[in-house]
């Protein structure tokens, strides 16, 4: 999906950078996951240490995103398997998920509290069902405090600055039709799963976009 958004952006090869990753990988988010906190986790993961003061511009970025793709922020299934497929063996798409974490399986939390990222420095989260996740957590268990621990007021911010996390509203019929009318006078740029271009660019950008996830 955030290949899929690069390219509905137009985005230069230059413009392949982390930062624009995370933007588009959140926007994604915000499409696809019912359980709205699960995201939150990605702040630190893009933003750093300081991400409790960044978060609210990076929300802004994501916005704009979702505006230069002219607010096509859903991406089908069959799409994604096309994007795949332009470099079908590469190794991102050839790992396998525990069938325990596939599909969707909703397991809501307390919903009157506020979920805090873990960051990545963090242990991963314990599965009973997952050898792996629950190793890893037993061996940093012993003297793991909740992981990114704050002092009592950042909660407090974090949940009163979560008033800008809204899930973009939809935009009046008469807006949409201008913005088709435009679209429509332009070069076709939807990245749809029938318009899926096989040529040179396309690969030379998913390259570029597989081995920038590499580094």
């Known amino acids: 999906m955030t290949f899929v958004y690069f390219k509905r952006a137009r985005f230069t090869v230059d413009e392949y950078t982390r930062k624009n990753f995370f933007i588009a990988l959140y926007l994604a988010n915000t499409m696809e996951e019912d359980e709205e906190?699960?995201?939150?986790?990605?702040?630190?993961?893009?933003?750093?240490?300081?991400?409790?003061?960044?978060?609210?511009?990076?929300?802004?970025?994501?916005?704009?995103?979702?505006?230069?793709?002219?607010?096509?922020?859903?991406?089908?299934?069959?799409?994604?398997?096309?994007?795949?497929?332009?470099?079908?063996?590469?190794?991102?798409?050839?790992?396998?998920?525990?069938?325990?974490?596939s599909g969707a399986q909703r397991q809501y939390g307390d919903q009157d509290q506020v979920r805090f990222p873990r960051g990545p420095f963090a242990s991963p989260v314990s599965c009973s069902l997952c050898n792996c996740g629950s190793k890893l957590h037993h061996i940093s268990s012993s003297s793991d405090a909740p992981p990114q621990a704050v002092d009592s007021p950042y909660p407090h911010l974090f949940t009163t600055a979560l008033?800008?996390?809204?899930?973009?509203?939809?935009?009046?019929?008469?807006?949409?039709?201008?913005?088709?009318?435009?679209?429509?006078?332009?070069?076709?740029?939807?990245?749809?799963?029938?318009?899926?271009?096989?040529?040179?660019?396309?690969?030379?950008?998913i390259d570029a976009f597989l081995d920038w996830i590499e580094m």
């Open 37 to 101: 906190e699960s995201k939150y986790e990605i702040f630190p993961w893009a933003l750093g240490k300081n991400w409790r003061r960044r978060f609210p511009r990076f929300l802004k970025q994501r916005d704009e995103l979702w505006a230069r793709i002219q607010y096509r922020a859903a991406v089908s299934r069959r799409c994604c398997e096309e994007v795949m497929a332009i470099v079908h063996l590469h190794f991102v798409w050839q790992r396998q998920r525990s069938d325990h974490h």
């Open 163 to 205: 008033g800008l996390e809204f899930t973009p509203v939809r935009i009046p019929v008469s807006h949409r039709n201008a913005v088709k009318d435009t679209s429509e006078q332009q070069k076709p740029c939807c990245f749809c799963p029938e318009e899926v271009p096989r040529e040179s660019s396309s690969c030379d950008s």
